[in-house]
Nanobody
Framework: QVQLVESGGGLVQPGGSLRLSCAAS????????MGWFRQAPGKQRELVAN???????NYGDSVKGRFTISRDNDKNMVYLQMNSLKSEDTAVYYC??????????WGQGTQVTVSS
């Protein structure tokens, strides 16, 4: 099992920045992919970004060029730097990991609100 704890959400004005962090614990040796999904009210959960153990990244189309995902394998952390935030980025952001065996684990979620 892998436990995930997110931090860094909050309220920010349009055009602003936030950095999300996610700490993994437990069976960390089995983690392959780390990443973030988000879910806005009334919408389906969508991929924001992910990164594999080798550092290869993947981004959702709506965040390309604005968000950057990074990972510290020594600290078992994954980060999401969010710049040029828009109102449509408002959502609950969930950290997740995908293990080499195919199992996934999810964090509790952290609210990001972009509003003036």
């Amino acid at each position: 099992q892998v436990q995930l704890v997110e931090s860094g959400g909050g309220l920010v004005q349009p055009g602003g920045s936030l950095r999300l962090s996610c700490a993994a614990s437990g069976s960390i040796f089995s983690i392959n992919v780390m990443g973030w999904f988000r879910q806005a009210p009334g919408k389906q959960r969508e991929l924001v970004a992910n990164i594999n153990r080798s550092g290869i990244t993947n981004y959702g189309d709506s965040v390309k060029g604005r968000f950057t995902i990074s990972r510290d394998n020594d600290k078992n952390m994954v980060y999401l730097q969010m710049n040029s935030l828009k109102s449509e980025d408002t959502a609950v952001y969930y950290c997740y990991v995908l293990r080499f065996g195919g199992q996934d684990s999810w964090g509790q979620g952290t609210q990001v609100t972009v509003s003036s």
